[in-house]
Structures are given as C-alpha cells and as structure tokens.
C-alpha cells in the first residue's frame, strides 16, 4: 500500500532522475548518487570500508539538511556490488547511467577504475574517485574523473621528501636502502619511483626486490636485506606479504634503521596492530592519513569507532571525503545536470577538510594539492612524524633492535 | 520450432532501437561476449570431449595481441584480432601436440593447460615489453570506428552479436560435418574411435586450432570493449573458469548450450545481485550453490535436460 | 652469494614445503580413492584457519591444541559433503565433479566473507617469532613445526592405510569400486570416511599454518593451484609422492627465488609439471596404475 505521499516522494524522484527541463520540475526531495564498490571478492575489505564512509557521510549530509541549495534536497545512495571484477564493474555504471544517478563514488581500486571512469566519461556522469591511486588514471584526458587523494607517484615522492628531511633533521648516517615490492602494477610503479628519487636525496638502492602478492613466505627475501646490509627498507605492497615481511625479519633478527613503507599494505593499519601488538612498533609508513590538529577530527574518530566496533582505517576516511566533496560540489551547482555538476567539481576550492590538505582540480581531475604524511607506530598508536606541522611526536629512527623486543 | 532461431535474431536485432537502456544493451553484449568464448570452448571442451582448464591461455594471447599491435605499431585490432587468432592457433598447435601426443586425458589435460596458462600469466607479469604486470591500457581516441573505438554501446553490441551468429553457425557445420562426427566419436570412445580408423591425435589438434583462435577472438573484443587488460584479467584461472562454466552449465557439445548458460547464468548473477543488498557475499553464496544443484539436476545442462523431456513428451 | 644465504634458503624451501605437502596430503588421498579434483579443498583449509584462529582468539586455544576440536571437526564435514555433494556426482562425467567442488568452494568462501569479513587477520602465539639456529641457519620454530606436522600426518596416514582394516577397505574402493562392493565394502561410507579425512588433513594444514600465515576468506586461493601442482608431481593419490612433490615445488620456489625474481620461480614450477605430466603422468613417485 502506497501512501499518497510516498507515492509523490517517489514521482518526484523519477522525474528528477529523467532530466526534465528545469522550469517544469518542482525541486527535487532526493537526489540520486550513485556508488560501485568492490563488496565481494578479493577487494571486499576495502570495499566495504569504503561503503560505509560514504553511508556515513551521506548520512550526516542528510542529517544536516541535505543540499541547502536545492532546498535541502536530500541525497539517495545506489549502492552496488562490482564484485571486483571489472565486466561487474562495467555493468554497475551502465545500472547507475540508467537510474540517473548524478555522479559517481567509488570504486576503491584501481584496476576497477580504469574502467569506470572510462564508461562515467562515455556518459558524461562525474566520478569522484575515493581511493584508486594509479597515476594512469587521470592521464587519459577524462573531463568526468575527479581524484582528490594522492596519486601512487606522489605518495612516493612526498615519502622520499620526508625521508630526505628526516635524514637531514635528525642527522642520520643512512645510506643503503632496499626496495621491496610485489610484483603488480602498485608495488612495480612505486619501486620504479623510489629508484629515481632517492638518489636526490643521497641514498643508495642497492637492492630491488620484487616478489609475488600471493607469496606464502618471504624467508628468502628476507635473507637478501640481510645479505645486502640495508639501513633502510621499504616495501610497497599488500597486507598478507607486509605482515609477513616484518614477522620474517623479527624472527630472523634482522636489523635496521627503519622498515619504511610506502602505502604499506599493513602500514597505518589498526588492524594490523591489534593482531600483532608490539610487532608492529616502530614501523614508518608513508600513506594516506588525516590532520590529527584538525578540530572535528577526535569527533569523528569516536563516531567511527562506535558506529563499527573497530579502529579507524584510512580506506574509510577518503571514501568519507570523497562524498563531501560531491556535497559541495552540488551545492553550488545547485542542479542535478551532470555537466552543471561536472563543471561546479572542477571549480572546486575545498579547505578545512580533515584530510591535510585541500581539495581543488587541475585539468587532468588529481588534486595537485594532495599528500600523503609520513606516520610511525609508537606504543601501538599510529602517529604523525612528519612533516613538521603535523607531526605528534618525533620519528624514532633508528628503531630497537628485534632481539630486545620480542 | 525451425523458425525460433530466427525470431530470437530478429528480436536481438531490435532490441538496441527499441529500448534505451544502457544496462540492457551492455548486459546483453556481455551475454553475448561470454556465449562467445564459451563457443570456442565448447568444440574443444564439449565436441571433442577434451575438458580444457585452461582457456584463459587462449583469450589473453587474443587481447594481448590486439592491444599490443595497436599500442606499439598503431595497427588497428580489426587486423590485429585475426593476428591474435592465428597466434592463438599456433599455440594450440603446440600444446595440443605436446598434450595429445602423450595421450593425456581427462583430469591431467585439464590440469597440464591450466599450468600452460599460468605460465603465460607469469610470463606476461614479468615481460616489461608486453606492459609487466600493469597490463595494456588501449589509448582511447574517442568514436574511431576504423580502430575498433566506438562511442555507443551498440556498435559493440551489434559487432559481438555478428561474431556469436557467425560462431553458433560454424558450430552447426561443424556438429553435421565429417569432422564433427569424428570428434563427437572420439568424445564417447576414443580407442574405439580409432579402432574404426579416426586419426584421433590430428581430429584433437584440429578441434584445438579451431577452439583456441575463436576464443582468442573473443579476447580482442574483450580488450577493445574494456580498453584494458591484464595478466590476471586474461590470463588468470579465474578467466579459465569463466570461460568453461556457461557451455557446461547450458549443455557441453551443443551449439545452443553456451549460448543457454550465458543467459542463464548472466541473468541469475543479475538477479541475485539485486536480491541481497546489504550482505556482502550472499549472493555469490546463492550462486554456489545453484551451481551445485544445477550439476545434480541438469547433468548434461539445460540442453540435455531440454532433450530428455522433448523424448518423454 | 655466500654458502649460508643459500643452505638457509635450502632450509625455508624444505620448510614451505612441508607446508605445501600438509595441503596437498588430503587432496591426493580424495583423488587416489574416489578420482576426484577437489576445488573446495583451499576453501575447506580456510575455514580451519578461522576455526583455529578464533579458538586462540576468544577462547585462548593454542592452533596445536586446538586440532582436539578441529580435526574432529574436520572429519565430520568432511563426512558430510561427501554425503551430501559428492556422492550425487561420483558416476558423473569429470567436469560436473569438478564444477559441484567449484559451487561448494564459492559457497564456502563468501560464507566466510560473510561471517567473519573481508580483514586478512594474524594470529601472533608466544612462538610465533620463535626461531631455531641451526649452524649459520635460524629455522622460525612455527615453521619447523608445521613440517614436522607434514611428516608426522604422511607417517600416520600411510600406517592407517596399511594395517588397519578400515585403512585397507579404502584402498580396495580405490583400486576396483565394484570389486569392493562385491566382498561386501560399504563402498559409499569408505568413500565418505575417505574425504573426511582428506579434511582432516587440511584441517591440520591449516591449524599449523596459523601461527606463522595470516587468515582471510581468500587464502586458500593462493595454496590450492600450488597443492594441485604438489599432488601430480608426487603422482596423484601418493602420499610419499605428495611429500617429495610439495618439498620439490618449495625447495625449486625458494631457491629459484634466489636467482630470478618475483613470480618469475613460479614458470620453473610449472615447467617442471608441465614435463611430469608428459613424460611421467603418474607422477614422480606414483605406479602407473594408480
């Protein structure tokens, strides 16, 4: 049985969602967004971490009375499932296309990426882009693809920076570095960035290793950073072959300066901590994080905890941004024409936000503004070191040696 | 009953004219793409009886060979499809020579070509010249129809609709031709078939030829519809396993079973998609398990199934 | 390359493959007696993973001793999808066997993706980063004892098919079915026992894997293609060969790591299958009948 209200909330939907001139349509009650997300497969961690911070965003946007613009229009969420599979991921955006969704969030990975934002820009539907850090993907010349978090070659280049000024700050003798990276397109073309960089900063790699993400140990890699002498080692890879690595080092008693990884797949990763406790002390990370002195920050946190009963995870936090983002993007357009929406993203000029940076576009769609920060697990906290204006405590560098701690 | 096939052509043909849904147009070029491929399967795996775990081998050669020739040598994938093919071909050849010489059979053949895809897989991954483990992101140049670049929907639609009319026709002359009931002879006996004078080593590697360069057609048009592949995407078990699952699901060793399965199965992932939102996996759960029914039930697929009641009633 | 770097990779390929080994155990027992591929085999190790897992985790369990509750627990599913899911299919063509185990294996794992979710999770025990030194070599103590487990389950298994009377029935279903049935096995409930323990086996697996790998609904993924390449190696359905197979495929992976990189070790594995397969199909250490 539909009231008669529900029945005309629901008329006015569709005819928002069809595109009827703007003089004959009455301000729409909702505004359809549309979301693919990896929620199943090999990607559903990080999928479902990404759902949630756009539910919880969508939430408090809605709470705090939707698009003020569109007379608190509220927003709508299509939520749906790409499996991590890319004709999935194709067929998701074909679903929102037809709905008439406005934009696009998601889809997390970059793999899925390539090809959504490829079917976005063949519709002409705007696609912000939580986390999805291939440099690629905004080189094709897309005018609908939007990325406001830090690219894979800036996440690189800012951790080599933060290196170089530690290095220097804290008078380090540091010099041999090994790289270590699963062999896939991520731990390849970062690897292929810190080679380049860090001599800059006069630091020798004088071992690249690279090894498979399905690999089951990592003993003989591990045997290699001893065999090469490191001071310093940085892996960029996923979580199962980064957790391994550290606990293979451990129980080798191989020790260095610091084992400093880029988007480390278990650095900045609570979950981490919690299983592996002490073990996961002292180790630098350069990642995705927010503004710990931002001032909403400890709020949201909490609500975070509270509303899923575990730690907070970054992954969750630039889906979170992501949808912010489209907020106020609509907000000026104040219309739900993609290209109106399209053309308000592009002009967008977001500070304050509790990401450390802000949120502007430049005609590729990255956000030239973006950057990682440098963190270190100390106490089992996961800190802020560097750079300076955000930073919470000082680096420890070089980290206790294994036979001490464990 | 003669004339359905026409009708559901007559139908698929409308379809992109009458209704402007991008979801349909894009699901049904998918259905169609998987029917494809699962054709190419189906001569090796269902006509000749050679189960082939491994086909994904066959489809990457096809897009990597598309994509390649068109990112390094700017040649257009409607040469470099047919370039792909023959290299798939000669592939087969080889591992169809090496399998069938050595008379492997059933589990070790299925075994022995997931292994000679997972070679290419990690070879591709470690190859910086076919793109490593990034794969091949075909450089797009908007609506290009001569660079197999189209900016509607329904050109793919119509292109794969044209390959999978053209394939479930050649599998008709197939299934009624010498060859045909060579294979089909040495699915059900193979010495027996040989003791009536099949040269069943040569009917294999002809089935194999066949099988491997129209999968590895399937594979280009996969890599110029997505405009992107890599080594897991075409080379991984994953892609293996998809490729088989719709021929078997529909009825191995006909011409309508691939096509059958895709339907089938495209439209129940659709449709459990859609059932079950809000609980990551279930649906895939519920997909496992019709899988298993649909093994206990339909064992010869839906074709048998189809055959068998058309023979009661 | 200096002697110790490549006598401690010798080591952890010996270690791995002991690891390999324990997996490929239960695989090779199903196909020896009922020629069955189980694909559901990685998703059956996954889920003793969790069950050990959550056993250290809520109740304190260690994964060693917690097999009391597991194994048997193993066996029982086991037991039961043979019952319920196998037995329809054994007189099947070998696709619809094949993809019956696929469904299942799809089945289990989104289960798994449902009840405990996608977070890879580590189990960290009070010898998790323990390590034995051995010369120039430190053998991690959780490894070595997952070998010693590999070698210890091979022992138990082969004196169980050996002398007891249930262990020979099953070997008579495996060689000739009906010839089983016709001295009056129960060739049905061999069948059921068999699968039970080839569950038990990965149940094993993975309780000792546990303390040294991390648990996610997608694990046993990686380890399953691995254990099918174990199982034809050593011949399917031996267990001396899935022994010998899964050290050969750890040692090759581990050494050859040493030499070329990444996943490029991998193409040696599979290249040495691929002639195993053509020249000695059986298996290096399978009979031809078998």
Partial sequence: MITRREFVKGAAAVTGSLGFPAVLRAQPKEILVGETHPLTGGLAREGNLGKNGIEFAVNEINAGGGIRSMGGAKLKLMVLDNESKPPVAIST????????????????????????????????????LDVAIADQITERGFKYTFRACPNAGMGATHTVDYLGAMARD??????????????????????????????GIGMDVVERIPHSAATQSLANEVLRIKAAKADIVIPSTYYGPHSLLLRTMAEQRVDVAAILSVYG???SQYRFIKDVAKLADYMMDGNHWYNPKHPRIKGIIAAFEKAYQHPFAYEWMLAYQSAYVLKDALERAASTDRDKVRDALAATNLKDQIVPYPIAFNDKGQNPHARTLLMQVLDQKIVVVYPNEFAEAKPVIPMPAWAGRV | MRRLPLLLLAAALVIPLLVRSEYLIGTLTLIYFFAFVGQGWNILGGYAGQFSFGHALFFGIGAYTSSLLFVKAGLTPWVGMWCGAALAVLVGLVTGHLSFRFGLRGAYFALIMLAFAEIFRVAATNLDWVGGSFGILVPLRGHAPALFQFGDKRYFYYIILVMLVAACYGVRRLENSKLGYQMAAIRENESAAEGLGVNAYQVKLTAMALSAGLTALGGSFYAQYFSYVDPAIGFGPANSIEILLRPIIGGAGTVWGPLLGSFLLGGLGEGTRGLVKSYAGVHLMIYGVILMGAVVFLPHGVMGWLRQRGRRG | ???????????????LGGLYALVALGLTLIFGVMKIINFAHGALMMWAMYASFWLAKLGGVDPYLSLAVTLPL????????????I???????????????????????????????????????????????????????PRLLAFAGALAVTLLLFLFLRFTDLGKA????AEERDGAALVGIPVQRVYAVAFGIGTACVTA???????FFYVSPEVGNTLVITAFVVVVLGGMGSFAGALAGGLLVGVVESLGGLFVHGSLAQIGIFALFILVLLFKPSGLLGTPSA
């Fill in chain 1, 93 to 128: 955006i074909e679903k929102l296309k037809d709905a008439g969704a406005v934009a696009i969030l998601g889809p997390y990975a970059s793999g899925l990426a390539f090809v959504t934002t490829q079917e976005a820009e063949k519709y002409k539907i705007p696609h912000v």
């Fill in chain 1, 170 to 199: 804290l008078k380090l003798s540091v010099k041999r570095v090994v790289l270590i990276h699963e062999d896939g397109i991520f731990g390849k073309s970062t690897a292929d960035t810190l080679q380049k960089l860090l001599p």
């Fill in chain 3, 74 to 85: 193993g066996f029982a599913v086991g037991y039961a999808i043979q019952r319920a899911v």
């Fill in chain 3, 87 to 141: 037995t329809p299919v054994l007189e099947a063509p070998e696709h619809n066997q094949l993809l019956m185990t696929l469904g299942l294996a799809l089945f289990l794992e989104n289960l798994a993706l449902l009840t405990f979710k996608a977070d890879p999770r580590t189990l960290l025990v009070s010898y998790s980063q323990a390590s034995v030194s051995l010369g120039p070599i430190l053998l991690s103590l």
């Fill in chain 3, 170 to 173: 099953l070997r008579a279903a």
């Fill in chain 3, 205 to 211: 697996a993975g309780a000792m894997a546990v303390p």
């Fill in chain 3, 1 to 15: 390359m200096s002697s110790a770097v490549v006598l401690s990779s010798l080591a952890n390929g010996v270690m």
């Fill in chain 1, 265 to 267: 797949g278990a650095g």
